[in-house]
Every structure is written in C-alpha cells, then in structure tokens.
C-alpha cells in the first residue's frame, strides 16, 4: 500500500533552516512528481511546492519562492523540501502528496500524516 | 484570503443531500477540468474524494459527486451520514506558474 512518512519538524527561531524528509514505499515513487502542501494552526490548505518525477521541473508558491528549495532522491524513495530563513508565517504541519505521472495537475491522492514546523522565539 | 471561496459551514440531517460550492476565477475553475475535493477529519490528513471535477477514485463512496459550471465547482453528497462529518477543501489547477489554489475549507456538520 502506499505510504508517505514525513519526518524533520520541529520547533526553529525566526531566520533559521530546517529540512524536511519524506519517506515513500508501496508505488514507484521515480515515476510521480511529488508536492509539498502545508495547513497553518486552524487553517486551510495551501500548496507549497511541486518536483518533476526526474527533477527536472520545480515550482513555489510566491510565499516561499527564493525561501525554499525542494529535492528527492529517486535512489532512496524520498523526497526533501529545504525551508530557509524561516519566517512565524512558516508555522504549519507540512504534507508531503503525490499527484500526477505525466505532469504536475494538483491530483494529490496521497497524502502524508504531516510534520509540525514551529517558527517562534 | 484563499483563491477559491468556500462556505465556511454547511450542516445537515442523516439522509439528507448537501452541497458545498467552491468558487474561482476565469484563471482558475473556469479554464481547467482540474478540480478536486479532500475530505479531512480533525488531526487527520486530507483525503481525495473527487478529481478532475466529477471522478471518484476507487473506495470513495458513490454518495460524493463533483460538477462545475462556469468559475463555480460543486460537491455534493447524498444521504448524509455521521461519519461525513468533517472540513471539505476544494482545490483548482491554475497554470504553470500559479499551479495549484486551495479554497478556505467548508466544515461539515450532520445534525
């Protein structure tokens, strides 16, 4: 079956970094492009970032553009997203999602539990 | 703000049908059949009930379905039970460059 485990979150200081990992197993994670999505305390959705299957392709919501920096490691089932200068705004639980094969299309059918980042002094 | 508006609640008695509306721009829901809804229980990840506007991926109940008119999507669901009970995101492909747009979220209440 198909799982997604995010791991990394935790609580970090404004202007500082933290990486997170998400591990998958159960489909052929070097076949889909992978987003991160992410849900402020009490509040909806909002997608982050997406990679291309080969890494070829990478996209950022304009909150985090030039902020974040996401990767994966087909070789190792994973899939990292680089969350630099950290701002309070920044503070969510972090999904990590699969969507489509041939193209990014926002059909994420699976999701993650979620990772808690906490931005805070 | 959100993207895509949604109403904040909806509430409805065991058996009855409800719909949520989920509305966007010409940028958005009016030019992509790319629409899709996630059911999300409280500290639970967000679950795929309806892509591509109206299709139902495998073990998704046939009381959900899905449709668009113009810059509006819309979920339905039919013979409301207890465990239908929980927030309901609407989200809209939007171009290369905007890619994805989330709407609020609609708390679903059953009476």
């Known amino acids: 079956q198909v799982q997604l485990v995010e791991s990394g979150g935790g609580l970090v200081k404004p202007g500082g970094s933290l990486r997170l990992s998400c591990a998958a197993s159960g489909f052929t994670f070097s076949d889909y492009y992978m987003s991160w999505i992410r849900q402020a305390p009490g509040k909806g959705l909002e997608w982050v970032s997406y990679?291309?299957?080969?890494?070829?392709?990478?996209n950022y919501a304009d909150s985090v553009k030039g902020r974040f920096t996401i990767s994966r490691d087909n070789a190792k089932n994973s899939l990292y997203l680089q969350m630099n200068s950290l701002r309070a705004e920044d503070t969510a639980v972090y999904y990590c999602a699969r969507d489509g094969v041939v193209a990014a299309t926002t059909l994420f059918d699976y999701w993650g539990q979620g990772t808690l980042v906490t931005v805070s002094s | 703000q959100s993207a895509l508006t949604q109403p904040a609640s909806v509430s409805g008695s065991p058996g009855q049908s409800i719909t949520i509306s989920c509305t966007g721009t010409?940028?958005?829901?009016?030019?992509?059949?790319?629409v899709s809804w996630y059911q999300q229980h409280p500290g639970k990840a967000p679950k795929l009930m309806i892509y591509?506007?109206?299709k139902r991926p495998s073990g998704v109940s046939n009381r959900f379905s899905g449709s668009k008119s113009g810059n509006t999507a819309s979920l339905t669901i039919s013979g409301l039970q207890a465990e239908d009970e929980a927030d309901y995101y609407c989200?809209?492909?939007?171009?290369?460059?905007?890619?994805?747009?989330f709407g609020g979220g609609t708390k679903l209440t059953v009476l």
């Open positions: 010409s940028s958005d829901v009016g030019s992509y059949n790319l």
């Open positions: 591509e506007v109206s």
């Open positions: 990679i291309s299957s080969s890494s070829s392709y990478t």
């Open positions: 989200c809209s492909y939007a171009g290369s460059s905007t890619f994805g747009v």
